[in-house]
């Protein structure tokens, strides 16, 4: 219904809206860059190559089996053996990665969770919920793409497998030090922002 309505102008529209999507997750990415010259710690590094990750599968240029069959290279899934692996698949129609993306983000989508792509995407870009619930979302799926992406690139490469509890640990992880490194001010409208994810990751 969409294509049919914005038939002539589809594309740049498509392409207006995840660059302000991605654009919006600047904010968090460029404070934690700005203090690499200091030093990188291991979750800071993790945020930074997670922002890569997450362009590269917006913009469905991740080097998938569906895009790999161009080149003439055969690539099923590796973290459940599906014949085709695509975007869609790995994120997150793919039973092992939609169990960790059920774990790590715990009650903040509530019942509407799906493993749907596109209606992930959409709800992160334009749900109007509270502030907090909101970056938090953001935050989660950008970690989420890039342990997933992470962990389908270590089982390539032949290295031992991670079991999907101990990624989705490993989420969570990552998501309370990076916003442990945010520090909001006092008085910030995110300050509650660690108390907001340990209430609905508990
Ligand atoms: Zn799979």
Redesign the pocket.
């Known amino acids: 219904m969409l294509l049919s309505r914005f038939k002539g102008n589809l594309y740049p529209l498509v392409i207006e809206a995840q660059t302000s999507f991605y654009g919006s997750m600047l904010s968090v990415n460029i404070r934690v860059i700005s203090r690499r010259a200091e030093r990188e710690s291991r979750y800071e590094a993790d945020e930074r190559r997670s922002s890569g990750a997450l362009w590269f599968a917006i913009k469905n240029r991740l080097s998938t089996g569906d895009r790999m069959r161009v080149w003439g290279l055969q690539q099923e899934?590796?973290?459940?053996?599906?014949k085709d692996?695509t975007r869609y698949?790995?994120f997150f129609?793919?039973?092992?990665?939609f169990m960790v993306w059920v774990r790590a983000t715990g009650s903040l989508l509530g019942n509407r969770i799906t493993p749907d792509w596109q209606d992930t995407v959409t709800r992160i870009q334009y749900d109007r919920g509270n502030k907090m619930d909101m970056v938090l979302m953001r935050m989660v799926f950008q970690m989420a793409v890039y342990h997933i992406w992470r962990e389908r690139n270590t089982r390539r490469h032949g290295k031992a497998w991670i079991p999907m509890e101990k990624l989705a640990y490993q989420i969570d992880k990552t998501m309370r030090n990076i916003i442990l490194s945010l520090r909001y001010s006092y008085g910030s409208k995110l300050e509650g922002l660690m108390r907001r994810w340990f209430e609905v990751t508990s």
């Open positions: 899934c590796l973290l459940c053996g599906e692996e698949h790995l129609a793919c039973p092992y990665s």
